[in-house]
């Protein structure tokens, strides 16, 4: 069965440092991937998303992530952060059959001046 | 283009009362539709899917039902709801096939007391 595993529930930036957050899954089919933002009380964004072709996936907000199949990941990164990034973030992957996509726990990023 | 709308916005309900959440997509035909809820401090749980007028899949059992009475309109209900139904309650909508991306709606925040 499909599933995604996101590292870390909580990760902590200084405004200027580089973001990393992590996204490996697990699918027995090639997968699409899904990065999503929401902002406190409101629904999710669609960041970037990976179907087939190139693995490096440029996203809105200066935000990318490259598809590494051996490693089985789907990293999200932004070379600096801004006070503007602070929020939840979540992963999804696609599951084998016409069935729904499979969502992570979510990262919250926090943002230090 | 194409908007979801959720209303209402926010609730308050006192245990045991009847429940009814509604979703409206526009500028699109046969979307997929979808419920999910956000507890606190937990990550997104799917509720409830639809394909079509009357098709509604169940992830998770509990007093929860869906309905889809028109092609772009999805309604959450509860007979008599419980605590622990307090929540961020999540509308989306995708095309075709379910392993595309979804769109979210800005959310229905419902505190049970």
């Known amino acids: 069965a499909q599933s995604v595993t996101q590292l870390g529930s909580h990760v902590s930036v200084s405004e200027g440092a580089l973001v990393l957050l992590r996204c490996n899954y697990s699918s027995s089919v090639p997968p699409y991937l899904f990065w999503y933002v929401q902002y406190p009380n409101q629904g999710l964004q669609l960041l970037l998303k990976y179907t087939t072709g190139a693995t490096l996936v440029k996203g809105i907000n200066g935000f990318e992530a490259e598809f590494k199949k051996s490693e089985t990941s789907f990293h999200l990164t932004k070379p600096s952060a801004h006070m503007s990034d602070a929020a939840e973030y979540f992963c999804a992957v696609s599951r084998s059959g016409n069935t729904p996509l499979v969502f992570g726990k979510g990262t919250r990023l926090s943002v230090i001046a | 283009s194409q908007t979801i709308h959720q209303w209402p916005a926010t609730l308050v309900q006192p245990v045991g009362s009847p429940l009814s959440l509604e979703c409206t997509v526009e500028g699109t035909s046969n979307p997929n539709l979808y419920w999910y809820r956000q507890a606190a401090g937990r990550g997104l749980q799917l509720l409830f899917y639809?394909?079509?007028?009357?098709?509604i899949s169940s992830e998770v059992p509990q007093n929860l039902s869906a309905s889809r009475p028109q092609d772009r309109q999805f309604i959450l209900s509860s007979k008599k709801l419980l605590l622990s139904d307090s929540g961020f309650y999540l509308c989306?909508?995708?095309?075709?096939?379910?392993?595309?991306?979804?769109?979210f709606g800005p959310g229905t925040r419902l505190t049970v007391t």
């Open positions: 639809s394909v079509g007028i009357g098709q």
């Open positions: 989306a909508w995708s095309t075709d096939s379910l392993s595309y991306e979804q769109y």
